[in-house]
C-alpha cells in the first residue's frame, strides 16, 4: 500500500508474523529504471517472503524492472492491475490496464520468461460499466494462457472516472461472488481475495473456496490482526509479545539511523496501531505522534512510548 507498507512497515509486521507474505507498496517501472534503487526498492532479509509490486504497461520495462527486482531476492514480481488514481492512468497502467489484457499478456509473459520467481497479478472484479463477470473472465484467462498462475483480486470494480482512490476502496460493493466463480473456473489458477478481509473468521470462509486472503487495510490500522491470523493459520509457537517488538522496534531504528541515516519518525509512523483496543494505548499513540519529532529524536523515543503505555497500563491496574 503506498505510502504505508514500505520497508520500515514490512519489518514491523515480519516480527509480528513469520509466515505470511508481504508486498511492497506498487514501485512504478520508471521509478525504478531512473530512480534510487537502494531506497526504492532496499528491503531486510527478514523480510522474506517479500514481494515486489510492480506499477508499469510497457513489456520492456517490466522486463527490466522484474529483474532487477529478482536480483535483489525479492520472491515475487506482482503486477499491479487495480490502482484507479488519476496519475495512474496517465500513464496508462494500474486499474486501466484490465481493458488491455493483450498487452498485459505480452508483458506477464515476457516477465515470466525473463525471471526465475512467480509473476503474480493483482486486479479488480472489473472496471467503470463493463459487466464484471465475463470481463473478468476473459482477463483471467487471457493472462493464464500467457503463463500467469496467481491472481490477486480485490473483490469490487473501480470506477476511473468520478470517484478518488479511497473511495474507490469503499465505494463500489464488493462482490467476493465473482472470486469464487474465476477458481470454479480455473481451479488450477491459485486465486486469493482481497478487500475487508478483518477477521480469522471471514479468512476461514474464503479458505473454504479459495487459495488465500489478502489484508490491507486492517493490516496497518491493527496490526496485532496479523498475531492472531499467524496463530490460527499457521499454528506458529513462541511467537514475540508486543513489548519483545517493540524492543526489536527500536534496535531496528538504532540499525536503520546508523545504516542509512533514516529519522526515527519514518520507523514509528506505522507503530501508533500495535496496541489498538488496549488500555495505554491513546498513551502510546500520543507519544509516538509527538516524540519521534523533536529535534535530535533517535530509537530512545520509541522505548519513552513504550514507558508511557506501561505507565497507563499499570495505572489502570
Ligand atoms: C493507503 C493505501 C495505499 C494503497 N496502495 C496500494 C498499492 O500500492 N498497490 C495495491 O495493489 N493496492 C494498494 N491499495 C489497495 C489495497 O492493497 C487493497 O486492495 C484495498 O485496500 C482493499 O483491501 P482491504 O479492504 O483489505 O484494505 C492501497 C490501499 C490503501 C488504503
Redesign the pocket.
Known amino acids: 500500500?503506498?505510502?504505508?507498507t514500505d520497508r520500515h512497515c514490512r519489518y514491523f509486521h515480519r516480527l509480528i508474523s513469520p509466515s505470511l507474505r508481504l508486498y511492497t507498496?506498487?514501485v512504478t517501472t520508471g521509478a525504478i529504471l531512473h530512480g534510487d534503487r537502494d531506497r526504492l526498492l532496499g528491503f531486510d532479509p527478514a523480510e522474506h517472503p517479500v514481494a515486489l509490486?510492480l506499477g508499469g504497461c510497457d513489456p520492456a520495462d517490466l522486463v527490466e524492472s522484474a529483474q532487477i527486482g529478482a536480483d535483489l531476492g525479492y520472491d515475487e514480481i506482482n503486477l499491479?492491475c487495480?490502482?484507479p488514481s488519476e496519475r495512474v492512468q496517465k500513464g496508462s497502467f494500474g486499474a486501466c490496464l484490465m481493458a488491455e489484457p493483450d498487452l498485459v499478456a505480452r508483458g506477464i509473459k515476457a516477465m515470466a520468461d525473463a525471471v526465475s520467481v512467480p509473476v503474480t497479478v493483482?486486479c479488480r472484479i472489473g472496471i467503470d460499466d463493463v459487466d464484471d463477470g465475463p470481463f473478468l473472465d476473459r482477463f483471467v484467462k487471457t493472462l493464464s494462457d500467457a503463463g500467469c498462475q496467481t491472481f490477486i483480486i480485490?473483490a469490487r470494480k473501480a470506477i476511473l472516472k468520478g470517484l478518488s482512490p479511497k473511495e474507490n476502496?469503499t465505494v463500489p460493493p464488493i462482490r467476493y461472488e465473482l472470486v469464487r466463480e474465476i477458481k470454479a473456473s480455473y481451479p488450477h489458477l491459485t486465486v486469493i481475495v482481497?478487500?475487508?478481509?478483518k477477521s480469522c473468521d471471514a479468512i476461514r470462509d474464503h479458505l473454504e473456496t479459495l487459495d488465500g486472503a489478502?489484508?490491507?487495510?486492517?493490516a496497518y490500522q491493527n496490526p496485532w490482526f496479523l498475531r492472531e491470523v499467524e496463530e490460527t493459520f499457521f499454528n506458529t509457537k513462541n511467537l514475540l509479545s508486543e513489548i519483545e517488538v517493540v524492543h526489536h522496534m527500536a534496535d531496528y531504528a538504532t540499525r536503520m539511523a546508523h545504516d542509512h541515516g533514516t529519522p526515527v519518525k519514518s520507523i514509528t509512523r506505522h507503530m501508533t496501531g500495535l496496541f489498538a483496543g488496549q488500555k495505554g494505548a491513546r498513551a502510546w499513540r500520543q507519544a509516538l505522534s509527538t516524540l519521534p519529532h523533536q529535534d535530535g529524536a533517535d530509537a530512545g523515543v520509541i522505548l519513552q512510548a513504550l514507558d508511557a503505555f506501561e505507565g497507563k497500563l499499570a495505572a489502570a491496574a
Open positions: 500500500m503506498m505510502d504505508w507498496e506498487m509490486q499491479n487495480g490502482c493483482k480485490h476502496r482481497n478487500g475487508e478481509v489478502m489484508i490491507g487495510r486492517e
